[in-house]
């Protein structure tokens, strides 16, 4: 580590130091919507067969749902990679919050749906379950959304011939 002999050598240091925080604060704080990585795209049903419903499709254009009770997309969603575990996460999950019902008492957007891609680690995985409301009450979901968290557990649709 290099020593700062000179009073102007510890303002530069300072201002650097002070420059960097408040780059990473700013560029936290207003940062841009994330997308779904390419290698999450696809269509998920339960075990991973395309002729069961509800289906979850994802592309570039977002996320759509197939279901019993109808379709949805592209779904308002929020995408996290360090969603559990924070800045020291370092696995393939890939969360999408999905926003729906208006907003929380402290005015954030109501997330009562977390897709997680690569659920448990494992490529290809996808669960859908309703976050955690803790004290609040939960936000009614509607038809599809209901259906896809009942489901739970989806893998990527099989291609056929493979």
């Known amino acids: ?6 009073w102007p050598e510890r303002v530069l240091w300072c201002a650097r130091i002070a420059i960097a925080m408040l780059v990473g604060f700013t560029s936290n704080t207003f940062a841009v919507s994330l997308d779904l990585p390419t290698d999450v795209y696809g269509t998920y049903a339960p075990r991973g067969d395309c002729a069961l419903q509800p ?7 977002g996320v759509y749902l197939d279901t019993a009770a109808g379709k949805r997309g592209p779904l308002p969603i929020m995408v996290s990679y360090t969603f559990v575990g924070g800045a020291r996460y370092s696995g393939i999950q890939v969360w999408a ?13 109501n997330t009562p749906v977390i897709l997680t891609f690569n659920a448990n680690e494992k490529r290809g995985m996808l669960t859908a379950e309703r976050e955690n409301p803790g004290t609040e009450p939960p ?14 557990l989806f893998r990527i649709c099989r291609e056929p011939g493979r």
């Open 1 to 6: 580590m290099q020593t700062l002999h000179s």
């Open 55 to 61: 289906r979850i499709s994802v592309n570039k254009s």
């Open 97 to 109: 919050l999905v926003k729906h019902g208006g907003k929380n008492r402290w005015g954030d957007e």
């Open 139 to 152: 936000v009614a979901l509607d038809g599809p959304l209901t259906s896809i968290s009942q489901a739970g």
